[in-house]
């Protein structure tokens, strides 16, 4: 089954190429649609760096 699915797409470029839109188009349609309130808060990213610098003369 899936070797003669590849085989398909592989014979077809057209039909691979709107197969993928299709799909890519169905989850660009559903995306707002998903239930973003259920997801818990997260806190915002916090990065602290600390450095030495120490000039050495000889």
């Known amino acids: 089954m899936l070797l003669s ?6 014979k077809r470029p057209v039909l691979a190429t709107v197969c993928s ?5 169905a989850g660009a349609i559903t995306l707002p649609l998903l239930p ?3 997801l818990p808060q997260l806190a915002p990213t916090q990065v602290k760096v600390t450095s030495i610098f120490i000039w050495l003369v000889f």
């Open 36 to 38: 973003v309130g259920k």
């Open 21 to 25: 839109l299709v799909i890519i188009l």
């Open 5 to 10: 699915l590849s085989s398909t797409f592989i």
